[in-house]
């Protein structure tokens, strides 16, 4: 077993090219994580997953927690042996979820978050120390810090004392971490859109010496302008040896935008979620296969994606698939998205390495443009 590791193998500006050890292997960067959130990807084996090029998995301490119990878990083994997953595996801590879908959520800086199940109602706590010992029982390779997501939008004042309060969390999950060689533990940045308080939190996680940044509190409404600007003042903050993750994000342009400004790790549930819901992603743009349009259509979803729904099967019969209800549909869907995400993430990486990212990034975009035309949205 080898020590967690963020090597930088090459830089274009801001961007870095990167590989990242761990006690499960190793993943290159600019990368986009497989979203596991229950110990699974919906509607695609292990095995399709990794041959789109997926080397990173998700999984969410949250949902593992209510159900089958992490201690379950680990006594069958833990999260890579239960869900065969041997790579490397990121655990969320359970923060968002809280926030989103827990009910009667009530925060208690001493006791964490107090809240009933959405599953069964049910009354839980989940502390910074007890999302460090289920994470830990779960064997994920990446722990992140349990954090409040402070809501959007908030005044000043409210991104003030919910990030403050964070950056205690962070203090208490890193007492009760429990160091392995191979493994590690990822503060979140927060103070919502506002520059001196992502600075001030910056620096508190660098206090603390951890082994990676999250970038937290994003995407969640402020839109793109916004979330770049406030990734232009947060991320030259962040230590640059360690690896930089946003976390939620996002949609292809996001991510482009992103990894041009040096951000290293991306997660988001929209590809396997969009894909059960008709919508692809291509090169040309978005479609939404459940358009009348597609009725007829002999042409491959995108004739560059060499998945099996764009190698083998047309636009007309993904059509028929979604408007018959056929689970066929949305599993070709899902596995074509995973492959567009993980092309793209190829094409930064490459582009890094190039020094020609600006190129990528115009082609991109110029590509995205002529959607209408070409994709058939």
């Not at 993943?27 to 695609?44: L, Q, S």
């Not at 950056?167 to 506002?194: D, H, V």
Request: net charge neutral; hydrophobic share 40%; charged share 25%.
């Amino acid at each position: 077993m080898t020590g967690f590791a963020f090597d930088i193998l090459s830089t274009d500006k801001a961007a870095r090219r990167g590989r990242v050890t761990t006690a499960h292997g190793t993943f290159e960067t600019p990368a986009f994580m497989a979203t596991a959130t229950a110990a699974t990807v919906k509607g695609m084996l292990p095995d399709a997953v990794r041959a789109a090029g997926a080397e990173l998995a998700i999984a969410n301490t949250y949902h593992l927690m209510l159900r089958p119990t992490a201690e379950r878990v680990a006594r069958l083994g833990g999260l890579h042996a239960f869900m065969d997953w041997p790579g490397p595996i990121v655990t969320d801590s359970g923060g968002f979820q809280v926030m989103s879908l827990a009910k009667l959520r009530v925060i208690d800086e001493r006791k964490g978050a107090v809240f009933r199940s959405h599953l069964d109602g049910s009354l839980h706590e989940l502390s910074p120390e007890r999302s460090m010992q289920i994470q830990h029982l779960l064997d994920s390779d990446i722990a992140m810090c349990f954090d409040e997501c402070t809501p959007h939008p908030a005044t000043p004042e409210q991104a003030a004392v919910s990030m403050r309060m964070s950056m205690r969390w962070a203090e208490r999950c890193k007492t009760a971490f429990k160091p392995r060689e191979g493994y590690a533990l990822f503060g979140i940045n927060q103070g919502s859109t506002y520059p001196h308080l992502r600075l001030e939190s910056a620096a508190a996680l660098a206090a603390l010496e951890l082994d990676g940044y999250g970038i937290g509190g994003l995407a969640v409404g402020e839109g793109q302008e916004v979330m770049f600007a406030t990734l232009d003042e947060t991320v030259p903050a962040l230590k640059a040896s360690i690896p930089r993750y946003l976390m939620g994000v996002g949609r292809p342009d996001d991510i482009v935008g992103a990894v041009r400004r040096g951000v290293d790790m991306f997660d988001c549930v929209m590809p396997t979620r969009s894909g059960r819901t008709g919508q692809a992603f291509t090169r040309r743009g978005t479609v939404n296969i459940r358009n009348a349009r597609h009725l007829d259509d002999r042409r491959a979803l995108d004739s560059e994606c060499g998945c099996l729904a764009c190698t083998r099967y047309s636009r007309a019969y993904l059509h028929h698939l979604f408007r018959g209800e056929e689970m066929l549909g949305p599993m070709l869907l899902t596995a074509h998205n995973m492959q567009y995400y993980q092309d793209l993430m190829r094409g930064l990486r490459g582009a890094i390495e190039q020094g020609k990212l600006d190129d990528f990034a115009a082609a991109f975009h110029e590509a995205q443009g002529r959607g209408d035309v070409e994709a058939g949205i």
